[in-house]
């Protein structure tokens, strides 16, 4: 309620006027608010309210006097008696009691209009905060709008980019959305939305597209499922889905085809290697078992179960496989396996297999350990029986063991020449053969540095042939010995290469000084046989001359001296240390008389002992004479052939096959001749037979050489 300013009066003598704006209530003149202040000597406070009907000004006067001049002022006539004013004055009373209720109406109707201000004021600000919350709720709608408008064009690009193709039906199987892909599928164009699924032919094997979907509306439950297109070039992973509504109905179905060909491709591949894996596994005796960590059980297959002596392939607990099978070092495999298996790292180790009743095996395994798709920590392992490498292990120890014994005793030294280093590693034998500071490993000029200079080309050519055309070689050679002066040393190599590819050259070495100074002696001795054998020739040459009648006899007993001569002569020369080779034998006898004929020698190498070298040269040349005078020597149409064969027990088979066209056996047997080979014979620990055809003599000879 505005106020007009009183002077200090109280508000009991205030008087309240009726509304002075147009308002159909107002009975008072629409006066100014100027005018009226002039009036009342205050001021008037006009408030403005803001309504859509016309504006209501109140004014409290503070002065009753006025009231008067008010009258006077709107044309109320004054007249000069007593009566007239009391009229006047009850008029004015009346015209008060009046303006006072119309006042007390007017501050009523202001309260009333301050409160509905206030109402309306509260509810515009209600409005600007829902209009505020509106406007918000609408951005927040665009945004939505917006990101749902985004979604729908990234799931449209990601159906098109994946090439789903995919199918939305409604309950009545008419299609209301489709990707590209499945319109290439199922030859459908971008009209047929209005189609339904029954009118195309789908095409998917095993699989009743319509049939399957119809269940789907029925029962509301998905179906997944994989098949192959008719043609057999595809395969698709079809799953149809449902999409309910509040009510729990399916409003919608959708299908999905995925195009699996590559994944079912790479199973079969998948499938055939793990086959092959398989059939591997069982070629080589491997066998697999997979061990849970926590529980310590373990998954073992039927080869792994033989391996380790179980009855089959099953479930069991550790302790079952470690019941036969004891690590070769239990302390160092339970360390390594252990240290691995914190780490997870995979390690190996061989396992003892001792089953009651069966011969000791091994087996080797790798483990590795591994999680699986559930979290449990899990080891695989893989065994193979190598009870034939552990032994060939061992074996081939005893033999380097052996082989060492050999040489220690009989002082051999061996080399091992690595050819593209140019290294040599020499053991301490050899070292002192060659009169080396030391063993192990010496460079290749350092080992030949003591090597007589006429001697060291021929041992460089020997090895340069072993090098580059893989040959083997033999060769003597002299080494400077500050104690011996000279040492002879003989060796003997062969190249090859490693498992690795590296090419070297193995060689053991011989200290032969004393078979080079028995040798001397030997050659000494030879020469001294040798000028013997040439005096007794000449003694029989000499012989016939006073006595004519034994010129045969002596002639026959030269040829013998002659041929033991020079038999002796080539076994003395050139294989003083292994004897004689039987075919070298053969041929030395009967050279002298091949001439002109047909000879053939067949046979195995194989050497006749020194000591029975004079023996056999002795038959071999009575047989030969004897086929000079009367068989396959003595004429030009002859031929001899000569076979043998090595026996057990060193006994050689040797077949003596004549042909003559005009033979004729001898006449006389049982002379010298015979004597001589059935003496030779026997020492030689024999058998002789002679049998005699129409075209030659067939002789069969057994001797132990």
Known sequence: MSKIESGGRNQEDSLNLPPLVGSPDATAPNLPNETISKLLGATVFDPVFMSPKPAVRRATFGKKQCLCGLADENGVPSTPSDDRIAELEIELKAAQASLNAKVQEIVIANEKLISTREQMMSMNEALQLANEELIAINHELRRKVDELTLAYSDLENFLQSADLAMIVLDPSLRIRY??????????????????????????????????????VFEKGAAFSGSCESNKGEKSYLVRITPQLNDESCVKSASITLVDISQEVDLRRKLAAETRKLHLAMEAANMGAWVTDRETGRLTV?????????????????RRDLQAYLEPLDAK??????????????????????????????WVKVHASPFEDEDGCKKVVGLGVDVTEIIQLQRELEEQTYLRKMVMNAGRMGMADLDVERWVS?????????????????????????????????????????????????????????????????????????????????????????????????VEEMSHRIKNLFAVVGGLIQAAPKPNPAAEHMASELLERVVSLGRVY??????????????????????EPHTTGHSVKMEGPTVFVDGDRVNTLTLIV????????????????????????????????QLKWCEYRADFSPPSSSGGFGTILIDSGVRQLKGAFERRFTQTGALIDLLVTL
Do not use: C
């Not at 003395?572 to 004897?579: L, N, T, Y």
């Not at 001899?640 to 090595?646: A, D, K, N, P």
């Open 301 to 317: 297959d039927a080869t792994g179960a033989q391996l380790a002596g179980l009855k089959g392939p099953g479930e069991y607990d």
């Open 178 to 215: 489709v990707t590209d892909a499945a319109r290439h599928m199922f030859a459908h164009s971008s009209s047929d939305e209005e189609y339904s699924l029954d009118q195309f032919d789908v095409s998917l094997g095993n699989i009743d597209l319509t049939k399957e979907v119809r269940k």
């Open 425 to 521: 590693t020499v053991d301490e034998v050899l070292a002192e053969h060659l009169n080396l500071h030391k063993a192990g490993e010496v460079p290749g000029e350092e080992v030949l540095a003591h090597v007589f200079e006429e001697d060291l080309e021929i041992l460089r050519a020997k090895l340069a042939g072993a090098i580059e055309r893989g040959e083997e070689y033999e060769v003597d050679f002299r080494v400077k010995d500050p104690e011996m002066g000279i040492r002879w040393v003989r060796t003997r190599g062969r190249p090859y290469v490693t498992i690795n590819g590296v090419k070297k050259v193995a060689g053991a070495t011989l200290d032969i000084s004393p078979m080079k100074n028995q040798q001397l002696l």
């Open 569 to 590: 002569d080539l076994a003395r020369k050139e294989h003083a240390m292994m004897g004689l080779p039987l075919g070298t034998l053969l041929h030395s006898i009967l």
């Open 621 to 652: 040349h009575e047989l030969t004479t004897n086929a000079v005078k009367y068989g396959a020597l003595g004429s030009p149409d002859g031929r001899l052939e000569l076979s043998w064969t090595v026996l057990e027990g060193s006994q050689v």
């Open 332 to 361: 160092k495999h339970i360390a390594e396996r252990d240290q691995a298996l914190a780490i997870d790292e995979a390690y190996s180790h061989v396992l003892q297999l001792d089953v009651p009743g069966a011969p000791r095996r």
